[in-house]
């Protein structure tokens, strides 16, 4: 069993644009604002070259809160290295978004990893760098990760009695799945998932706002600076007007947009 402390985000997909031969709309940007920018050109009718550039033009539809034209521009990522407790509060994120997470029915997780809380971090980092983290943290660590591993043996004794007890007419993948799917009960929020997880950009504007928020678990948290860093170069000018926070809320930053109702 591996302890995992931050999680890892992989972009997989992003908007290819194509000029249109006549609709003309101005030089530079990613492909994701260019995108962006010809939808929003096409409610006013205003191609073409003349006039605000593509950077004043998304700032505009930005600031005056014409955040639809932003839902024409998906990006996806991958995600590693979360708890599923932490994947059952991205899943509640229903508007925009599109999930596909790795099945406790089909795989084995009798060896898998868990990953911590932030503020269990930093007791697993000072005792790692041999630090004195006070015996109440040692103890609370330790007892934490034996209960995670006490769980994963008892769910692989579980999920190989319950091979032996499945009905004679299940095979292979069938009976590993009717054994693995009530084993996983025992299985700790602590375990940990993968999945990959599209977004449209209006989207992932409200997930980075609402999840970076100080109220916030601190592992989505966690997860919400790593979605920023990954996602923001593929569209800055539409993560320009969120501001990062000077204070940080147990060492990541809360964004605030000047545009909320985008």
Request: contains cysteine; aromatic residues 10%; glycine residues 8%.
């Amino acid at each position: 069993m591996r302890v995992i402390t931050e999680p890892t985000v992989h972009v997989l997909s992003v908007p290819k644009f194509f000029d249109h031969p006549s609709y003309i709309i101005p030089k530079g940007g990613t492909d994701s604002e260019r995108l962006i920018a010809h939808a929003g050109k096409g409610c006013y009718d205003s191609y073409g070259l003349d006039g605000r550039s593509l950077s004043q033009h998304i700032e505009s539809l930005i600031s005056t809160g014409h955040g639809s034209v932003l839902e024409h521009a998906n990006i996806s990522i991958f995600i590693e290295g979360i708890s599923r407790g932490c994947s059952h509060e991205i899943v509640r994120h229903r508007a925009g978004f599109a999930y596909s997470q790795r099945s406790t029915r089909y795989t084995a997780e009798g060896d898998a990893n868990i990953v911590l809380d932030p503020q269990y971090v930093i007791a697993f980092n000072g005792i790692a760098a041999g630090n004195d983290v006070g015996l109440e943290w040692t103890a609370l660590l330790n007892t934490f990760v034996m209960q995670c591993r006490s769980a994963f043996e008892a769910y692989k004794n579980q999920v190989e009695w319950l091979m032996e007890e499945a009905p004679k007419a299940m095979n292979g993948v069938a009976r590993r799945k009717w054994a693995r799917g009530k084993a996983r009960q025992l299985l700790p929020h602590a375990l940990e998932t993968r999945m990959t997880m599209t977004g449209n950009l209006r989207a992932w504007r409200h997930f980075l706002v609402q999840r970076s928020d100080r109220a916030a678990e601190g592992e989505i948290r966690r997860l919400a600076a790593a979605v920023m860093y990954a996602i923001s170069p593929y569209a800055p000018l539409v993560f320009d007007d969120m501001e990062e926070s000077a204070e940080m809320v147990d060492g990541y930053p809360e964004y605030k947009p000047l545009a909320r109702k985008v």
